[in-house]
């Protein structure tokens, strides 16, 4: 038996101006240029320039005077709950705003600047200096486009030879696959299609013995580099030097050396090739921060303040339409879809206003809360600080900071910052005060790189030597930090 039930139920609804506010304000200036060029290319009514007056005090019809279709169209609302399951709106930033911190994110890296490209067409022009006939040019290129990006070929010889029947119809034995593939390694870079790390050290040590001008001395030091390579490989990885020094009976100035040697060459030599071409890739800052005389001053990229007005010959169009006494079908299409035209122009300018607002008090908070750093430039001044901080002193949410703080960056005196740098979480010190993550990890730095490498510090010393400058800080945080900061463990870090 069906039963009715009332029940009252509140939800939240967002705008489609609300949604486009929020999609505009968590992307950075260089994609929002991007998306500026799409809304201009696609409204009419909407035109780069000095806002102006306009002079036929033009003002969109109110919403009551809609039909309730166009109401409809223009003004149809998404619940909160179906916008936040959007793929767009999940990947956008973390529900975990109170303890978000850049510390946490340990695929948090660098952004690059420069990157190689075109190592396939360079390894291509070496292939006509080899002296190939038509199955070996065949079978070379299936090598060199079997290449991952550090230049390995991981595919084993059986698994070449099928690929070259399959995609080439080219019947090729293991052996001439590998007998090609010798050549192949002769290319530039040195160790460029190498099956393993240690394959890969050895192409270049036995290149490096075809120079010219090594002395006897310098050859016996390639010599033993390679000794060590073939027979205590393993022995090598893990720094085990006393092993090594035992087995192949080498001086302490022979293995110093020799080692010296392996420590310099290229472990990914397809990430970096001489003979391909550089592109350098410009970071575009969001914000910037000067100092002028001891006072900060914050201002936007002009990428991220575009001018945008109404295209003025459209709006008096729509006047006199509005005005004429033809009322006919196609007339009232016409006033119709340009109305929804200007409605979208004028959200739009609207929303980049209001991210222009938003992004400004987020950074002016940021500065002021992060002030000394942004006067001296020094890590050590760093605060312990949290999106809720910035959050709370702005007056807006926290998702809301989050949105500005993942993808936007600062260009101030002392480099280019993104915003993440500046949250930290707190460490207790001993005085009962609070130090921000960043400046332990600074001082943790300075301590591995004062030690001594012949007996670099384990962890549960380096948290001992950080709890005598005042830092209570446990071993397994004292283990996330180096870890954050690309520094291996005592053992990987020992040296002759």
């Given at each position: 038996?069906?039963?009715?039930?009332?029940?009252?139920?509140?939800?939240?609804?967002?705008?489609?101006?609300?949604?486009?506010?929020?999609?505009?304000?968590?992307?950075?200036?260089?994609?929002?240029?991007?998306?500026?060029?799409?809304?201009?290319?696609?409204?009419?009514?909407?035109?780069?320039?000095?806002?102006?007056?306009?002079?036929?005090?033009?003002?969109?019809?109110?919403?009551?005077?809609?039909?309730?279709e166009e109401l409809e169209d223009v003004q149809e609302e998404i619940s909160i709950e179906e916008y936040l399951e959007h793929e767009d709106v999940k990947n956008g930033y973390s529900s975990d705003y109170l303890n978000y911190s850049p510390d946490d994110d340990d695929n948090d890296k660098e952004i690059p600047i420069v990157s190689s490209v075109s190592l396939l067409e360079s390894l291509e022009r070496q292939i006509g200096f080899l002296n190939l006939n038509e199955k070996q040019q065949i079978i070379a290129r299936q090598i060199i486009g079997s290449l991952d990006g550090d230049g390995y070929l991981r595919r084993d010889l059986k698994g070449l030879c099928y690929d070259l029947m399959l995609t080439q119809n080219v019947a090729a034995t293991e052996q001439e696959v590998?007998?090609?593939?010798?050549?192949?390694?002769?290319?530039?870079?040195?160790?460029?299609?190498?099956?393993?790390?240690?394959?890969?050290?050895?192409?270049?040590?036995?290149?490096?013995?075809?120079?010219?001008?090594?002395?006897?001395?310098?050859?016996?030091?390639?010599?033993?580099?390679?000794?060590?390579?073939?027979?205590?490989?393993?022995?090598?990885?893990?720094?085990?030097?006393?092993?090594?020094?035992?087995?192949?009976?080498?001086?302490?100035?022979?293995?110093?050396?020799?080692?010296?040697?392996?420590?310099?060459?290229?472990?990914?030599?397809?990430?970096?090739?001489?003979?391909?071409?550089?592109?350098?890739?410009?970071?575009?800052?969001?914000?910037?921060?000067?100092?002028?005389?001891?006072?900060?001053?914050?201002?936007?990229?002009?990428?991220?303040?575009?001018?945008?007005?109404?295209?003025?010959?459209?709006?008096?169009?729509?006047?006199?339409?509005?005005?004429?006494?033809?009322?006919?079908?196609?007339?009232?299409?016409?006033?119709?879809?340009?109305?929804?035209?200007?409605?979208?122009?004028?959200?739009?300018?609207?929303?980049?206003?209001?991210?222009?607002?938003?992004?400004?008090?987020?950074?002016?908070?940021?500065?002021?809360?992060?002030?000394?750093?942004?006067?001296?430039?020094?890590?050590?001044?760093?605060?312990?600080?949290?999106?809720?901080?910035?959050?709370?002193?702005?007056?807006?949410?926290?998702?809301?900071?989050?949105?500005?703080?993942?993808?936007?960056?600062?260009?101030?005196?002392?480099?280019?910052?993104?915003?993440?740098?500046?949250?930290?979480?707190?460490?207790?010190?001993?005085?009962?005060?609070?130090?921000?993550?960043?400046?332990?990890?600074?001082?943790?730095?300075?301590?591995?790189?004062?030690?001594?490498?012949?007996?670099?510090?384990?962890?549960?010393?380096?948290?001992?030597?950080?709890?005598?400058?005042?830092?209570?800080?446990?071993?397994?945080?004292?283990?996330?930090?180096?870890?954050?900061?690309?520094?291996?463990?005592?053992?990987?870090?020992?040296?002759?």
């Amino acid at each position: 038996m069906q039963k009715l039930d009332l029940k009252q139920i509140q939800t939240q609804k967002l705008s489609p101006q609300q949604i486009q506010y929020i999609k505009l304000l968590q992307i950075p200036s260089v994609e929002l240029e991007a998306r500026v060029q799409e809304e201009l290319a696609s409204n009419p009514l909407l035109e780069e320039g000095s806002p102006e007056e306009d002079p036929y005090n033009f003002e969109a019809k109110e919403e009551e005077d809609y039909t309730s279709e166009e109401l409809e169209d223009v003004q149809e609302e998404i619940s909160i709950e179906e916008y936040l399951e959007h793929e767009d709106v999940k990947n956008g930033y973390s529900s975990d705003y109170l303890n978000y911190s850049p510390d946490d994110d340990d695929n948090d890296k660098e952004i690059p600047i420069v990157s190689s490209v075109s190592l396939l067409e360079s390894l291509e022009r070496q292939i006509g200096f080899l002296n190939l006939n038509e199955k070996q040019q065949i079978i070379a290129r299936q090598i060199i486009g079997s290449l991952d990006g550090d230049g390995y070929l991981r595919r084993d010889l059986k698994g070449l030879c099928y690929d070259l029947m399959l995609t080439q119809n080219v019947a090729a034995t293991e052996q001439e696959v590998e007998e090609v593939l010798k050549k192949v390694q002769r290319c530039d870079p040195p160790g460029i299609a190498a099956r393993d790390l240690k394959e890969c050290l050895m192409i270049q040590l036995e290149r490096k013995l075809e120079e010219e001008f090594l002395t006897e001395e310098e050859q016996q030091h390639v010599h033993n580099a390679l000794l060590i390579l073939r027979k205590c490989f393993n022995e090598f990885k893990k720094k085990h030097y006393d092993k090594i020094q035992s087995k192949l009976h080498l001086s302490d100035e022979a293995l110093r050396e020799a080692v010296h040697l392996i420590t310099k060459l290229n472990p990914k030599p397809g990430e970096v090739s001489g003979n391909s071409f550089v592109r350098n890739q410009y970071i575009i800052p969001d914000f910037i921060v000067k100092n002028r005389n001891g006072q900060l001053e914050v201002s936007l990229n002009s990428k991220n303040a575009p001018e945008l007005r109404i295209n003025r010959v459209y709006a008096e169009m729509l006047r006199q339409y509005e005005s004429s006494d033809k009322k006919d079908k196609k007339l009232k299409e016409t006033i119709s879809f340009v109305k929804q035209k200007l409605d979208s122009a004028k959200w739009f300018i609207d929303a980049i206003k209001q991210r222009q607002d938003t992004l400004l008090r987020t950074m002016n908070a940021i500065v002021e809360h992060q002030k000394e750093f942004f006067l001296e430039g020094d890590e050590s001044k760093l605060k312990p600080m949290i999106l809720k901080d910035i959050a709370d002193k702005i007056g807006m949410d926290i998702s809301t900071v989050s949105r500005v703080a993942s993808s936007k960056t600062v260009q101030t005196d002392f480099g280019i910052y993104p915003l993440k740098y500046f949250f930290s979480e707190g460490i207790e010190t001993k005085d009962g005060g609070e130090a921000s993550s960043r400046e332990v990890k600074h001082v943790l730095k300075e301590l591995v790189d004062s030690e001594d490498k012949s007996a670099p510090y384990s962890d549960e010393k380096l948290e001992q030597l950080l709890k005598e400058r005042g830092y209570n800080i446990a071993r397994r945080t004292v283990a996330k930090y180096r870890e954050q900061l690309g520094i291996p463990v005592a053992r990987l870090r020992k040296e002759l």
